[in-house]
């Protein structure tokens, strides 16, 4: 009844007024501004979302701008430094500030972790320290008859744009070297490298994540 009442109204008026109008119908519960609120907010959180994306993406792009040294530079100071295998090496923020390292983790033969902090200006080692890790044996074990070390598999994915990190996947039946790249209009990919042959090819599983990610979205 009240959703007539307002109507009426408005109509009458568009025709004293000699203008147009648009009736906007609302019910008896007054609904209508809570949904809108409601699709307010959502359409904010969205926002947000998107927003907060491309904040990731600019920070990955300034680490990326912030560095001299290349992941095969800062992986042969590292190994300078302290010598051992190195199973991976990152591009990332140094304990959560705003400052930006490789961060290189070294095993040494006696199954000692270290983790060394690279300049990624200079190439200058920043410091090392021991760490605890527990896949120490499955690691040891998916070297074991590899010919491609974590500085090689770097050069071998520099040639699809520059590298922010290289690591081991020991997990799973194929192992491999894995490595992300950016290039210069700022898109990521995922790479393996065959851990005998060096072959870079596309990380398919991770490609289909995003697939699976993109259609989570739209749902």
């Known amino acids: 009844m009240k959703r007539n009442i307002v109507i009426a109204a ?14 906007l ?34 920070d990955d792009a300034a680490k990326v701008s912030s560095s001299d040294v290349t992941a095969p530079e800062a992986i042969a100071s ?17 304990d959560d500030s705003d400052k930006v390292v490789w961060k290189v983790d070294v095993l040494s033969g006696d199954n000692t972790w270290h983790s060394v902090s690279v300049d990624p200006s200079s190439g200058k080692v920043l410091g090392s320290q ?7 044996a499955q690691v040891r074990a998916a070297l074991k008859g590899s010919s491609v070390t974590a500085e090689e598999a770097a050069k071998a994915a520099a040639g699809k744009g520059v ?20 290039t210069s209009g700022g898109a990521e990919q995922d790479w393996k490298i065959d851990l005998t042959s060096g072959k870079v090819t596309a990380d398919r599983s991770d490609a289909q994540d995003d697939d699976a990610d993109d259609a989570d979205d739209q749902d």
Request: no cysteine; aromatic share 2%; glycine share 10%.
């Open 78 to 94: 590292a190994l300078k430094h302290t010598s051992g295998t190195v199973v991976s090496a990152e591009l990332d923020d140094e």
């Open 163 to 182: 590298v922010t990190s290289v690591g081991l996947d020991e997990d799973g039946k194929d192992k491999s070297w894995e490595a992300e790249t950016r």
């Open 130 to 136: 021991t760490d605890d890790e527990d896949d120490t």
């Open 10 to 23: 408005v109509t009458a008026a568009a025709l004293i007024g000699g203008g147009t109008a648009t009736a």
């Open 25 to 58: 119908a609302t019910t008896g519960d007054d609904q209508g501004p809570a949904r809108q609120a409601a699709n307010t907010k959502l359409s904010d959180d969205g926002n947000r979302d998107d927003q907060d994306d491309r904040d990731g993406r600019d």
